[in-house]
């Protein structure tokens, strides 16, 4: 399995219907955070490939463009200039869209996942000073709440299906290296310890 850019539109749509299908909040059938494929067509999609080639999971950077977790609390209004006052957009980029499959191929799939994907994201450290992220999962944002340096936003917004409550977190270079370490103790450690 591999990291790589996809670049071919069949495989960034194929990332989209997986995206999609896997982790969309669904409600009464229908999926309430299905990704537009103009958002991936303007950004950068990576993706685990294995040697079938079958997409495993991925994420997205995006850089210099319209931020997806900007977006949204824009068109519900709110405002988090304060916030962001001692940052520069310039400074900023964006990581969304991460998921991965079940089927990884045990703990070890599941480390060189995150690995990969935090090496992937640290060499944008050279030119920007923080990545922007945001989550729905209130059980993951406890986790994430630990290591991010600052929290954007928590609170309600209005999407697809209804109300939904989102975080939006920043981290700089250092808080990446501390959810990779944290988020091992937490699966080997911690999980082992509590099931005895």
Not at 60 to 66: M, P
Not at 115 to 138: D, P
Not at 175 to 182: H, V
Request: hydrophobic fraction near 40%; include cysteine.
């Amino acid at each position: 399995m591999k990291l790589t850019r996809l670049t071919l539109l069949e495989d960034i749509k194929n990332f989209s219907e997986l995206y999609n299908e896997r982790l969309s909040v669904k409600s009464s059938g229908q999926q309430s955070m299905s990704i537009p494929l103009e958002f991936l067509l303007k950004n950068d999609v990576y993706g685990f490939v294995d040697k079938k080639r079958k997409l495993k999971g991925g994420f997205v950077l995006s850089r210099d463009v319209e931020f997806r977790w900007k977006k949204l609390l824009e068109i519900n209004k709110i405002d988090v200039s304060h916030r962001l006052a001692d940052l520069k957009e310039s400074e900023l980029f964006e990581v969304s869209c991460l998921w991965k499959s079940q089927d990884l191929g045990g703990s070890f799939g599941t480390v060189y996942f995150w690995l990969r994907t935090i090496l992937k994201i640290q060499k944008e450290f050279k030119r920007y000073k923080y990545f922007v992220s945001g989550n729905f999962n209130s059980g993951i944002n406890k986790y994430y709440h630990l290591c991010a340096s600052r929290i954007i936003f928590s609170g309600a917004v209005d999407i697809n299906s209804g109300p939904r409550v989102i975080t939006v977190f920043a981290y700089n270079k250092n808080d990446l290296l501390k959810c990779f370490f944290s988020g091992l103790i937490q699966r080997f450690v911690v999980r082992k310890l509590s099931s005895g």
